[in-house]
């Protein structure tokens, strides 16, 4: 997916963007932050790895 915000023609035209969704919970978090989709992908992992533990402490 596109990524958007501040960075000017570089976000216009790169597809970096990570939308990760966990289907059994239907969690999903999206990272955006990096340039690479590598390090998007591994950003967006953290994330609902944290949401799914914050998930089992309720």
């Known amino acids: 997916?596109?990524?958007s915000g501040p960075g000017g023609q570089h976000v216009n035209t790169t597809e970096s963007?990570?939308?990760a969704v966990h289907l059994s919970?239907?969690?999903s978090v999206i990272a955006r932050d990096e340039r690479s989709?590598?390090?998007?992908?591994?950003?967006?992992?953290e994330r609902l790895a944290i949401l799914l533990a914050r998930q089992g402490e309720r």
């Open 37 to 45: 989709q590598s390090a998007n992908r591994k950003r967006a992992l």
């Open 25 to 27: 919970s239907g969690l």
């Open 1 to 3: 997916m596109k990524g």
């Open 17 to 19: 963007a990570v939308r």
